[in-house]
């Protein structure tokens, strides 16, 4: 399989977020932009597949297999890597055949896609459920859905070095903990472990609590062999996931308009959100550095808005 050289890793931007609420708390957020990591690229998914992919090229695969549904941040990911770096690329989808943005992207970047319909997508986490996509496909490699665990989790690790690396160019010599969005708690466990309870991670679920993110969480820095992460975990999913209310998309569209910062309304808006409702409730003293990731998703919300 085609892998880039150790060093080359699409780097994101690191900029000033400017928003009347955090200067009226005086609280200083820097938003970390895995949305502009790359050309084709974008966001936390890339950061998951990155121990993936060498674990791939070490097994002498020539590509990789995985799952996800219409709208996957990661199976899109996943696609763009395969064009970028030329490694072979599988897509088993959840449902029928449908043609969404994701869909038509991951076909223009030459993924091969198959329909497992609802039943059979179900049926992933099953025993033998791999033995006949291992045998149409010996040479590649296979991938959980959404690129989780701890492999999953140590690939995160770059985005705390690249953050540290460019916080002179915001005139930061430190910053006093991390905030981002939730769904599994893999990107999250990156960052838990790559502070090694330097700075804590705050944790915005779009997921409700009873989602099983904490035990998640706690199996990757247990399996990392890492008992004392420092990190809280809160609901932001105002109802369930992809539930969306008029107040989080008004919000959207102002922090979009003071910002020019596009936010999906899935994992990024409920973030800064949540985040808004906390420094305003008082959480954070005045002269708090955070460091917000903005962790993508974009290409998804192309469906998601169009769709009622
Ligand atoms: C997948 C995703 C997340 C959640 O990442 P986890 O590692 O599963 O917690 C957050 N934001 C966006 C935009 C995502 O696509």
Redesign the pocket.
């Known amino acids: 399989m085609l892998l880039p050289p150790s060093d080359w890793l699409p780097q994101a931007p690191l900029e000033h977020l400017h928003l009347d609420w955090l200067t009226a708390a005086g609280i200083e957020v820097a938003i970390l932009r895995l949305d502009q990591i790359d050309a084709l690229i974008s966001?936390?998914?890339w950061f998951?597949l990155i121990e993936h992919l060498k674990a791939a090229d070490r097994a002498g695969a020539e590509g990789i297999i995985s799952l996800g549904g219409a709208h996957s941040?990661?199976l899109h990911a996943l696609a763009a890597a395969g064009q970028r770096l030329g490694f072979k690329t599988v897509g088993l989808l959840r449902g029928h055949a449908q043609e969404t943005p994701t869909v038509q992207d991951l076909q223009a970047f030459g993924m091969q896609l198959h329909w497992l319909g609802y039943g059979g997508y179900r049926a992933r986490n099953k025993p033998g459920f791999w033995e006949p996509w291992h045998a149409q496909y010996p040479q590649l490699y296979a991938v959980p859905e959404?690129g989780?665990g701890l492999t999953?989790?140590l690939g995160?690790s770059a985005i705390q070095q690249q953050a540290q690396a460019r916080l002179p160019t915001l005139g930061w010599s430190d910053y006093h903990a991390w905030w981002?969005?939730?769904?599994?708690?893999?990107?999250?466990?990156?960052l838990v472990l790559a502070e090694a309870g330097a700075h804590p991670v705050y944790?915005a679920l779009?997921v409700p609590d009873d989602h099983g993110?904490a035990p998640q969480v706690e199996s990757i820095l247990h399996a990392a062999g890492h008992g004392n992460g420092s990190y809280e975990l809160q609901d932001a999913s105002r109802g369930g996931f992809a539930r969306v209310d008029p107040a989080l998309l008004a919000f959207i569209k102002q922090t979009e308009q003071a910002t020019g910062i596009p936010l999906?309304p899935?994992?990024?808006g409920k973030?800064l959100l949540a985040l808004k409702q906390q420094v305003e409730a008082g959480r954070f003293t005045t002269g708090t550095r955070l460091i917000f990731i903005h962790?993508?998703?974009?290409q998804?919300r192309r469906g998601f808005i169009a769709s009622p």
Do not use: D, I, P, S
């Open positions: 966001g936390n998914k998951k941040n990661h959404g989780g999953g989790a995160c981002l969005a939730c769904g599994t708690g893999t990107t999250l466990a990156g944790g779009a993110v999906e899935l994992y990024t973030a962790t993508g998703g974009l998804g």
